[in-house]
């Protein structure tokens, strides 16, 4: 007789050791069902564990130590939370999220889906984890606590009569967060200190101080300790940073020498601006000349005058020059118009008729009526060894800075502000110095390229009565970066202000 084999030898099956289900060999002989039952696929995972945040900076630690930014059920905060679980490399991570937690709790609950093979079967299995957030204060934040720890500083000084520098000085530090390693920031009646705890921190601030104005810088440093049986010692190093003192609408007396080399531009002249170089003009000719820090701190010299030593005059007729009759001079300047402007002491309408004639650069913004600063040499006493050798060639009566437009008036239209790193305004005097130096922003195009200036949401939209002398310079939406707002906080408390 013929043998014939069952159905169940045809296939290759057997019987479960729990169960009985027919099933495929396997090396554990046992079902799917009955292997979920008997395997923990999640063994060596841990189920609870805790994370580290810093309420002073809002960040979470990182192992081993970085501390990363991070919100409430971001993916940056699931991947801090997959990284604190140990196991996940041996099974394979199929989902992650989060479970909804009160945020005031301060606790954090992640649901994850893992598979693993385990013989020759593909197990899957979810469960929770639960962090628990703590608060600790990370090594940054520490230090910036710690007032009195540091290791380098960064002096910053410059010897002139007003604080315009500094303000611009700040916007550019606020621009490329220069000033992110600083465990302290101290202003000073002349400049400012910012302090840090390495040394390299510092003479990363010296060298963009060194890029973005002209200035030099010297160093020293203090014997802090000397341990003897193993040679270590331990400083504090200071870096003293000078900036030129010479500022935008200062009157300058150029040495002879010096104003050959720059083209033979006349000895007497304004400075437009101050960036990495400083940038010069002849208000009878419109001759520009650039002088960089190594070449001015070779031949030094200081401003003649300053606007809070100018006096207001009021334009009485205004005549531009022809090209033909202009000198001609290279470079020369293409944004301002040589004219032959007249002009009367503000203090002497209605005493006396006497007027000035000069040549002036500001032919392209000057009209009769209007009010410009200049500074009066007829009367001038100014202790100059240069300016005294000049005196014996023809120097001009009246030499014209800036127009001068209507304070108030500005203050109520302008619709945009700055970011501030402190609120240093303590002072009448340098409330006036930080209203100039917005103005001095409205004016130049070129010096609002290196700032961030925002919309100002708080300033309601002036009426058209406010807006009559459209001569005054104003800046428009589309360089106005967007308002600076309350965000919320990463443990769900109440937001915390960006920008003051």
Not at 172 to 187: E, G, V, W
Not at 260 to 265: K, M, R
Request: proline residues 5%.
């Amino acid at each position: 007789m013929e043998y014939v084999p069952s159905v169940n030898e045809q296939m290759g099956l057997i019987a479960c050791c729990e169960c009985g289900s027919l099933i495929e060999p396997n090396p554990s002989n046992m079902c799917v069902a009955c292997l979920r039952t008997k395997e923990d696929i999640t063994q060596g995972i841990p189920k609870q564990g805790v994370l580290y945040f810093c309420r002073s900076c809002e960040r979470y630690l990182q192992p081993p130590s970085t501390w990363v930014q991070a919100q409430l059920e971001s993916r940056e905060l699931l991947g801090v939370c997959l990284k604190k679980l140990k196991g996940l490399n041996k099974v394979r991570l199929v989902d992650a999220s989060f479970v909804w937690t009160e945020p005031h709790s301060m606790r954090i609950k992640v649901k994850l889906t893992i598979q693993k093979e385990v013989n020759g079967a593909v197990l899957q299995q979810m469960f929770i984890v639960e962090f628990t957030v703590q608060s600790h204060m990370c090594d940054e934040c520490h230090r910036v606590e710690a007032k009195d720890f540091w290791k380098a500083v960064v002096q910053i000084r410059q010897k002139t009569e007003h604080k315009k520098t500094f303000f611009f000085l700040e916007q550019l530090i606020l621009k490329h967060h220069a000033h992110s390693n600083t465990t302290n920031i101290k202003p000073q009646a002349d400049g400012m200190d910012f302090y840090y705890a390495k040394q390299d921190d510092a003479r990363k601030m010296v060298d963009f101080l060194m890029a973005v104005v002209p200035c030099k810088y010297t160093t020293a440093k203090e014997l802090i300790s000397h341990d003897i049986h193993n040679n270590t010692y331990k400083y504090k190093y200071t870096y003293s940073v000078e900036i030129v003192p010479v500022c935008r609408d200062h009157i300058v007396c150029l040495p002879q020498k010096l104003a050959q080399q720059l083209g033979s531009i006349s000895p007497l002249v304004v400075c437009l601006r101050v960036t990495q170089t400083l940038h010069f003009i002849d208000p009878a000719t419109l001759q520009l000349a650039e002088l960089s820090s190594q070449a001015y701190w070779r031949t030094p010299f200081t401003a003649l005058v300053g606007p809070k030593q100018m006096t207001q005059f009021m334009v009485m007729d205004v005549e531009h020059v022809a090209d033909k009759d202009r000198p001609h001079r290279t470079p020369v300047s293409h944004k301002h118009l040589l004219a032959d402007v007249y002009v009367a002491r503000m203090c002497d309408l209605g005493v006396n008729d006497h007027q000035f004639h000069t040549r002036s650069h500001l032919g392209h913004l000057l009209k009769a009526g209007d009010t410009v600063l200049g500074y009066d040499f007829t009367c001038s006493n100014l202790n100059h060894p240069q300016f005294e050798k000049l005196k014996e060639e023809r120097i001009p009566d009246v030499i014209l800075v800036k127009k001068v437009y209507d304070q108030p008036r500005r203050c109520r239209r302008r619709n945009w502000k700055l970011q501030r790193m402190a609120d240093t305004m303590d002072s009448e005097s340098v409330q006036k110095d930080y209203t100039e130096f917005l103005e001095d922003l409205e004016e130049d195009p070129e010096m609002r390229q290196n700032v961030n200036i925002y919309k100002d949401s708080s300033k309601v939209t002036v009426e058209a009565t406010e807006t009559d002398d459209d001569d005054a310079p104003t800046i428009s939406l589309q360089e106005m970066l967007d308002d600076l707002h309350l965000v919320e906080d990463a443990t769900g408390g109440e937001g915390a202000p960006m920008m003051e």
